[in-house]
T-cell receptor, first 115, second 116 residues
Framework: AQSVAQPEDQVNVAEGNPLTVKCTYSVSGNPYLFWYVQYPNRGLQFLLKYITGDNLVKGSYGFEAEFNKSQTSFHLKKPSALVSDSALYFCAVRDPNTGFQKLVFGTGTRLLVSP | NAGVTQTPKFRILKIGQSMTLQCTQDMNHNYMYWYRQDPGMGLKLIYYSVGAGITDKGEVPNGYNVSRSTTEDFPLRLELAAPSQTSVYFC???????????????FGDGTRLSIL
């Protein structure tokens, strides 16, 4: 069965500094990977996905993610953090053995960007 | 453009009561999902539907039921509420573009449910 691990419960970064939110995955077959963001009292919002192709995927709000097959990782990155990026971030992997988007989510990483 | 709408936003139930969480989407999406979110646990899939009249169990279906009579609506029913069902419930939908269907899921803002 597929799984996703987000090893950090919280990441702290100062505004203007680069940020990285880590994600590793385990899946049999080609991984389909996603990042979502959740703001307080709201549902999740899609940021980006990796299906195939370039290992560096660009998404919404200036975020990008790097797919690394050898390290089974899909870390979320942003060159310059904003206070407004503070939120809960979820990595997810799709079961490649179904023709349906059945996602398995990580436990989430809280990003706190200080002014 | 409303997207995915969930009602109610908050609810307190007594043990043994029943209720239906409503979810409707206006994007003509084939796929719909119900998740529950517990602190530190991420999201767990309760039920999903690939189209009107078709539903299937997810990872944690016990204690819940669903129906999908229309493309737009996907209600979740709790028959006998238990304290373990205290959680935040999210409904989501996504489009089916191809056989692999990797379209983003669109989420509602959730229903916060407490069972006392």
């Amino acid at each position: 069965a597929q799984s996703v691990a987000q090893p950090e419960d919280q990441v702290n970064v100062a505004e203007g500094n680069p940020l990285t939110v880590k994600c590793t995955y385990s899946v049999s077959g080609n991984p389909y990977l996603f990042w979502y963001v959740q703001y307080p009292n709201r549902g999740l919002q899609f940021l980006l996905k990796y299906i195939t192709g370039d290992n560096l995927v660009k998404g919404s709000y200036g975020f990008e993610a790097e797919f690394n097959k050898s390290q089974t990782s899909f870390h979320l990155k942003k060159p310059s953090a904003l206070v407004s990026d503070s939120a809960l971030y979820f990595c997810a992997v799709r079961d490649p053995n179904t023709g349906f988007q059945k996602l398995v989510f990580g436990t989430g990483t809280r990003l706190l960007v200080s002014p | 453009n409303a997207g995915v709408t969930q009602t109610p936003k908050f609810r307190i139930l007594k043990i043994g009561q029943s209720m239906t969480l409503q979810c409707t989407q206006d994007m003509n999406h084939n796929y719909m999902y119900w998740y529950r979110q517990d602190p530190g646990m991420g999201l767990k899939l309760i039920y999903y539907s690939v189209g009107a009249g078709i539903t299937d169990k997810g990872e944690v279906p016990n204690g819940y039921n669903v129906s999908r009579s229309t493309t737009e609506d996907f209600p979740l029913r709790l028959e006998l509420a238990a304290p373990s069902q205290t959680s935040v419930y999210f409904c989501a939908s996504s489009a089916r573009r191809d056989s692999n269907s990797n379209q983003p899921q669109h989420f509602g803002d959730g229903t916060r449910l407490s069972i006392l």
